[in-house]
């Protein structure tokens, strides 16, 4: 993958319709955009769509990306996730719904305003995320990043919906104060 300053200088000529440009960027990330998608549908066709969909919201999107609010890959990576969830949720069948360890989930997490996409914030990420507790680290990781709704997420562990929209309230607030030390 090219490097961020890279990434970004693609996605302005994008925005003013190269698409030389954004063949370059294609090549450059579909291959992790597409890891993305399979992670969440577990299905190589659903997968595709969910990449070429989010390669049409990149072409339409890209002189609506601000730079100010963080890196061009964690903007590409959350609209291919949120394309990849809105699929599994029309299917709503929960085996397509990701159940994986929360440290694999990283590579699915747009990343916060502040944060440059380096590994040393990754790994930030990581040990903030393992010093939440485990019932917020769930609920975060379940409704936030795997796209369960709070609902789902209650009625499939029997858990009050306040609970969950607590959990996931302070889990953020949590992730948010950690990665700002």
Not at 51 to 67: F, G
Not at 117 to 130: Q, S, V
Request: hydrophobic residues 40%; neutral net charge; aromatic residues 8%.
């Amino acid at each position: 993958m090219k490097t961020s300053g890279e990434t970004a200088t693609l996605l302005g000529e994008i925005a003013a319709g190269d698409r030389a440009a954004f063949r370059t960027l294609y090549e450059a990330t579909a291959p992790k955009l597409f890891a993305v998608a399979m992670r969440i549908l577990k299905d190589t066709q659903k997968s595709a769509d969910a990449v070429q969909d989010a390669y049409l919201q990149i072409w339409r999107r890209a002189a609506q990306y601000d730079v100010e609010k963080g890196a061009v890959e964690a903007w590409m990576v959350s609209i291919v996730r949120f394309r990849a969830i809105d699929i599994a949720r029309r299917e709503r069948t929960q085996s397509e719904y990701i159940e994986g360890n929360f440290v694999e989930e990283l590579e699915t997490v747009s990343m916060p305003a502040n944060a440059d996409g380096t590994p040393e914030t990754m790994i930030a990420l990581r040990d903030c995320l393992e010093r939440i507790g485990g019932d917020q680290r769930r609920a975060l990781l379940e409704v936030h990043f795997n796209g369960y709704t709070g609902e789902e997420f209650a009625a499939r562990h029997q858990i009050p919906v306040g609970t969950i929209k607590s959990r996931v309230r302070r889990g953020l607030q949590s992730l948010r104060t950690c990665m700002e030390q």
